[in-house]
């Protein structure tokens, strides 16, 4: 929950930053996307860490590091203290997603991984939600610092009820060497399995993250032509449908799955989807704004599926670090997309109301199609089977 409200929180306040500190399209989206380049950073030592210290207590201890960086943010006066800040943050709640997708695979059967991933993730899709109309309310009472003061206290909170309440399951911790430790990760970077997946899926998740969780937000107000309180909405409705999608995912997966279909299969075939609804954004052709992005948020979740996929391929100690390597590589390719589409679009004019023109979003989101649509024909390619002995 508060991992997705701090990602998603700089598409509200984004205004207010823009305005205080006198920030330009590249300058938002460089400091947008440092949450991406630390969480990126971080995923390698936070898979060994779970897999060796289990999530409870690696995760608890996260959290306070992000309290940290949520009041480093609310104080910050300049863009490298917003940039540190905001780092530490996407640091610290890196565990969200891992610590419980390494809790999940402790604690169930594998039949049902992808169903309880879907359920966690749809409170990551309500943080989401919290991060829309409901801060945009809170505007109305304090400014963006004071928003970032009362995260960093719930932030707190939440670590404290982590390391109390949380049941720790004995004798599920890799007790292996860090040489051993870092060997397992090599090994998941060796796999030719894992390359097949990992470049589709990285894609997908990288470019609806970058478009989600910042750049809908100007697109709404710039382009459609919306006031704030209308792309708050709108942007609850975004966040709201994404996380239908993630609840929705693991049911279907796993009925389909029952029904002969590879998750594999169900994996390609609503990244394709995903790709297809980006065109009436790209070109404005849509008969409804809301409808058109609503669908975005709900099939852009269609890559969490690679999840289990990825943890059935290697054994269960590595669960940990299998997720962590695929979840550093979307990550950090987050980072390079939020930030480059913030560089094109920089470069046009803005207008007297401070808006960029339509060109500058719709390149901007071409760029991360093609990239797509790349990733997509190399994980669609038909694989030579290797001769029988």
């Known amino acids: 929950f508060l991992s997705y409200l701090y990602r998603t929180v700089n598409a509200v306040i984004s205004v207010d930053i823009t305005r205080d500190l006198s920030l330009n399209a590249a300058d938002l989206g460089l400091l947008t996307s440092a949450y991406y380049v630390a969480f990126a950073a971080f995923q390698l030592p936070l898979g060994l860490l779970l897999d060796r210290f289990g999530p409870r207590r690696v995760h608890a201890t996260l959290l306070t590091v992000a309290a940290s960086g949520a009041f480093l943010f609310s104080t910050a006066d300049s863009l490298p203290m917003l940039f540190l800040g905001r780092a530490l943050i996407g640091m610290a709640v890196a565990g969200g997603l891992m610590a419980a997708f390494k809790a999940i695979s402790i604690w169930f059967p594998p039949e049902r991984w992808a169903l309880i991933n879907g359920f966690h993730l749809a409170f990551g899709g309500l943080g989401a939600m919290s991060a829309t109309a409901p801060v945009e309310l809170a505007l109305h009472y ?51 399995s894992f390359w097949r997946l990992a470049p589709a899926v990285v894609m997908s998740q990288a470019s609806f993250m970058s478009i989600q969780t910042l750049w809908s937000g100007p697109w709404l107000r710039h382009v459609a032509g919306l006031d704030r309180t209308t792309t708050s909405e709108y942007l609850l409705a975004i966040a709201a449908s994404m996380t239908c999608g993630f609840l929705l995912s693991g049911v279907i997966s796993g009925a389909l799955t029952k029904r002969g279909v590879k998750p594999l299969t169900t994996l390609c075939f609503g990244y394709g989807i995903l790709m297809t609804l980006q065109l009436p954004l790209i070109f404005n052709w849509m008969p409804s704004v809301l409808l058109s992005w609503m669908l ?94």
């Open 296 to 389: 975005f948020g709900f099939f852009g979740v269609t890559g969490v599926l690679c999840f289990p996929i990825l943890t059935h391929m290697f054994p269960l100690h590595l669960s940990g670090r299998v997720t962590t390597s695929c979840n550093m590589l979307m990550f950090a390719t987050a980072f390079v997309l939020q930030y480059g589409m913030g560089e094109i679009i920089a470069h046009w004019q803005r207008d007297a109301s401070g808006a960029y023109p339509a060109i500058a979003y719709s390149t901007a989101f071409s760029v991360a199609l093609f990239l797509q649509v790349t990733t997509y024909i190399w994980l669609i390619l038909p694989r030579r089977q290797p001769a029988a002995n």
């Open 142 to 192: 304090t400014d963006w610092r004071g928003v970032f003061v009362v995260l960093s206290v719930i932030t707190v909170g939440v670590a404290l009820f982590l390391i109390t309440a949380v049941p720790e399951k004995p004798e599920t911790h890799a007790r292996s060497s860090f040489k051993e430790a870092v060997a397992g990760v090599a090994l998941v970077f060796q796999s030719k």
